[in-house]
């Protein structure tokens, strides 16, 4: 009996220790959001657009000559799923898809290279394109100039522009 109630506990113990492994790492959370780089409007434009160049797919075995973007989930402020981008646009799904939204804030949750899981706060506003960059080889021109208006990961890496404004 005392070898029994031994076992029982090796096993509880063993399953604890398996579910403590299996438990997800968080997701890194940017604090600072990301808005369009420049005040050029469309004015006939009701929506803004949102570009992000998530972490390349390295495990599409079906096309491994032309990699593609992972798959990001587009978040309201309050946390409701909006939109989920499966972010393959171009003639070989290589380019990100540009996403219509309402003027607003939001959250995308998707993939950046060497981060993982990351949630970033973007602002979309009427008439312009927000864009976020998550892929470590894309980056927005002209990088050298003005570096306070960047959002960067803690390691360094540019995610995108400030936002400059209220975010409508």
């Not at 219509?100 to 312009?128: C, D, F, H, K, M």
Request: hydrophobic content about 40%.
């Amino acid at each position: 009996m005392k070898s029994r109630t031994w076992l029982t506990g090796v096993v509880l113990l063993a399953t604890a220790a398996g579910l403590i492994g299996c438990a997800a790492p968080q997701p890194l959370v940017m604090h600072e959001a990301v808005g369009p780089a420049q005040a050029i409007t469309q004015p006939t434009a009701r929506s803004g657009k949102l570009v992000v160049y998530s972490a390349w797919d390295r495990f599409d075995t079906l096309d491994a000559e032309h990699p593609k973007h992972t798959p990001y989930t587009v978040r309201s402020d309050q946390g409701s799923a909006v939109a989920r981008v499966r972010n393959q646009a171009g003639s070989f799904g290589h380019e990100p898809s540009a996403v219509s939204l309402a003027p607003g804030r939001y959250w995308v949750e998707g993939r950046a290279t060497n981060v993982g899981s990351i949630r970033v706060p973007v602002v979309v506003r009427r008439g312009q394109t927000t864009v976020v960059y998550l892929d470590a080889t894309t980056a927005p021109a002209g990088l050298g100039q003005n570096e306070m208006s960047w959002v960067r990961q803690p390691s360094g890496r540019v995610v995108g522009w400030k936002d400059q404004g209220d975010g409508r």
